[in-house]
């Protein structure tokens, strides 16, 4: 089955600074990609996603790329804020299995 | 407001005690899921269900038993709850099972087993 891979598990960056987390994933055939935000005591938002056909896709100061060839996509926030401190999961999904497969989550903290 | 609500948000119990978790939508959502979150693996799904009256397992079934009657509801039970499951749960809804839809997340039901 599907394996994701999150890295880092926590983050810590200055306000108005840059933040990268990398996810992995095992099965070549995974065509849909989203990242979710959590904050505290919610359930998981979607925040953006990205299909197999499509390499970047950008939304305000959010965006995700990826990388079909090695396996790899990622989430890029420019210009942090507090309010984007939260965990952020990846996940990966196929068509045939219908079933998200979930990233450890990374927590994001952004320092005022 | 459109919403996937569970109940109860907290729950402590003990072993062996049958417990159900509620979960119900109000978007007309034909894909229905179940997730369990634990600290350092992230969010595992336990069963879902692309339908009325059709349920599959997911990666972590082993002690979970779900029922899907209606469209709007899809309860949670666990017949004999042990403390391994002990996790934070989520319930989720999309339009369709199919890559591509957004799954709507509820708030999360804390479940301690004792």
């Known amino acids: 089955g599907e394996n994701v891979e999150q890295h880092p598990s926590t983050l810590s960056v200055q306000e108005g600074d840059s933040a990268v987390i990398k996810c992995t994933y095992s099965?070549?055939?995974?065509?849909?990609f989203p990242w979710y935000k959590q904050e505290l005591g919610k359930g998981p938002q979607l925040i953006i996603d990205?299909?197999?056909?499509?390499g970047e896709k950008k939304d305000q100061r959010i965006a995700v790329t990826l990388n079909k060839t090695a396996k790899h996509f990622s989430l890029h926030i420019t210009e942090t804020q507090p309010e984007d401190s939260a965990v952020y999961f990846c996940?990966?999904?196929?068509?045939?299995?219908?079933?998200?497969?979930f990233g450890s989550g990374t927590r994001l903290q952004v320092q005022p | 407001e459109a919403q996937v609500t569970q109940n109860p948000r907290y729950l402590i119990t003990v072993t062996g005690k049958k417990l159900t978790v509620t979960c119900s939508q109000n978007?007309?959502?034909?894909?229905m899921s179940w997730y369990r979150q634990d600290p350092g693996l992230g969010l595992r799904q336990i069963y879902y269900?692309?339908?009325?009256?059709?349920?599959d397992k997911g990666d972590v079934p082993e002690g979970y038993k779900v029922s899907r009657k209606e469209k709007r509801n899809f309860p949670l039970i666990l017949e004999s709850p042990s403390p391994n499951q002990t996790s934070l749960y989520f319930c989720?809804?999309?339009?369709?099972?199919?890559?591509?839809?957004?799954?709507?997340f509820g708030p999360g039901t804390r479940l301690t087993v004792l």
């Open positions: 990205i299909r197999s056909n499509v």
């Open positions: 978007m007309n959502h034909e894909y």
């Open positions: 996940a990966a999904r196929n068509t045939g299995r219908r079933a998200l497969t």
């Open positions: 269900s692309m339908n009325v009256e059709v349920t």
């Open positions: 099965d070549s055939a995974s065509n849909y």
């Open positions: 989720a809804s999309s339009p369709t099972g199919g890559r591509g839809n957004e799954q709507f």
